[in-house]
């Protein structure tokens, strides 16, 4: 049903787990794709050639912390793909960090990361959508970013800023046709927490604590987003869905 044929969608972070997930899935309702990685280039390569030739598929090594580079990353975009139809705002950091034992390094980090790569790609994507009348949008925040996460309070800051980033642009946007949108998981298995989850019975532990009784997959993830690039989704904006197993029930 849902049908991006004609479209390209930038995808940021999207050589593994919830970024990868998403390459693969837009390619698979015929979207072109370009994706950014930071430093794993044969996930990357690997990633591209894994698609078949019906759609184009290109990635860009970019780092988030570099505001140069960045610009340079969606000009080259525009370049190979002619215009971005969609941006997906998925690149980003967690990190363990006590409030005693968190640098002020640290914290910039990760803020920086999260919170100004989603500004920053946005920033630089939006004349191109206004121009066209038309742009999606979707920022991957967290559930951290609702509630709080002990020990990870420069994580939960950074998404909540995306979650805040979020609504005022669904606001600024909206009468351009584009629409801002967010996706907010709770627990993915990824490899970005496969740290915690190396240990079986804790990981086990918090699914038993999910209401449907098990962690996402990065594609749990995916298909959300997908939908609110869609033309089903055409009247969504400014929302946080939340994907989270019913976990955690934020409005």
């Not at 990760?110 to 009348?133: C, Q, R």
């Not at 584009?178 to 709770?186: D, E, K, L, M, R």
Request: proline share 2%; glycine share 10%.
């Amino acid at each position: 049903m849902i049908d991006l044929r004609g479209k390209t969608a930038l995808i940021t972070g999207g050589s593994r787990g919830i970024g990868s997930a998403c390459v693969k899935l837009f390619a698979k309702a015929g979207c072109n794709v370009a994706f950014t990685y930071q430093k794993d280039f044969k996930a990357a390569n690997e990633l591209a050639e894994s698609i078949n030739d019906r759609v184009k598929i290109k990635s860009y090594k970019t780092d988030l912390l570099d505001e140069t580079n960045i610009l340079e990353t969606v000009d080259k975009v525009l370049l190979d793909f002619e215009s971005i139809d969609i941006l997906v705002n998925n690149a980003g950091i967690w990190q363990h960090g006590p409030i005693e034992e968190l640098s002020l390094a640290d914290w910039k980090n990760t803020i920086d990361a999260n919170l100004t790569g989603t500004y920053l790609f946005s920033k630089n994507v939006i004349p191109g959508m206004k121009e066209n009348n038309f742009g999606r949008i979707i920022n991957v925040s967290s559930t951290a970013g609702q509630r709080g996460e002990a020990e990870y309070s420069h994580y939960a800051a950074s998404k909540g800023g995306v979650i805040s980033f979020t609504k005022s642009l669904a606001s600024e946007l909206g009468p351009f046709g584009i629409t801002v949108n967010s996706v907010a998981p709770g627990w993915v298995d990824t490899d970005m927490v496969s740290g915690v989850f190396a240990d079986d019975k804790y990981k086990k532990g918090e699914a038993e604590k999910i209401p449907v009784r098990r962690i996402a997959t990065a594609e749990d993830i995916a298909g959300p987003i997908l939908f609110l690039a869609s033309e089903l989704a055409r009247h969504v904006n400014g929302e946080i869905l939340n994907v989270n197993g019913g976990s955690i029930l934020c409005g």
